[in-house]
């Protein structure tokens, strides 16, 4: 007689728990994602240059870098997040797991995305919303994001996985702040009305801590586990 595994209530609400959280990252990645899409699409299609996107015109290759690095890191990243994903099944020596392969894409992604994002920061010509506050912000967040992917990348080497772990999700979440940024300042927009340049700053600044607040929450979660 042969027997059959009985798949439990609580074990598909679980199963159905750990896919939702990739499933949510790639939610909040659409927006920035499809914002970029838009870019990219003015950029080659012959749109009109106006003082708002003159500087992506004049120095398109920062801003292709950083929409096409940003895509793939956001919405790749968020499946490292499945954990059905981050084991080899049985496993067998030498066989990489898809985590470590995505890693191996990923890694680069990040670092190209961080370094894109601080050359715009430095160089680009501010738009009218934007101000020196916002700026310095970006500057802080790019390099955490750079100096977080090179503290992963040093902990791997040394097998630590767990300090690995913690620091590409600090990575990531820094990364996904634009997401989080598109859902604040549209709330806000929607109750107060339009921001000014330090409440922009303000409010983007603020996205980035409640991600990075919600990466420390699981990377303590996860070593508790």
Known sequence: ?????????????????????????????????????????ELTGGAAVTPENARFFTSPIPVVTH???VTVYSLLGAFQFAPALRRVSP????????????????VPAGLLAALSGLWMSLFYTLPATDGPALVVLRLIFGF?????????????????????????????????????????????????????????????GASWVINLVVAEYFIQRRRTA
């Open 144 to 204: 955490g994001m750079l100096l977080s992917i090179i503290l992963a990348l040093l902990a791997i080497r040394r097998r630590d996985f767990a300090i690995h772990g913690a620091w590409m999700t600090r990575a990531y979440a820094i990364a996904l702040g634009a997401g989080t940024q598109a859902v604040v300042l549209l709330s806000w927009m929607l109750i107060a009305g339009p921001t000014d340049q330090t409440m922009r700053a303000v409010l983007m």
């Open 91 to 106: 496993p067998q020596h030498g066989k990489r797991s898809w985590h470590q392969m995505a890693g191996r894409i990923l």
């Open 1 to 41: 007689m042969t027997s059959k595994t009985i798949t439990s209530p609580r074990n598909r609400s679980r199963s159905r728990l750990k896919w939702g959280v990739p499933a949510g990252l790639i939610v909040l990645s659409l927006i920035p994602v499809i914002a970029g899409a838009a870019r990219l699409t």
């Open 67 to 69: 929409i096409l690095t």
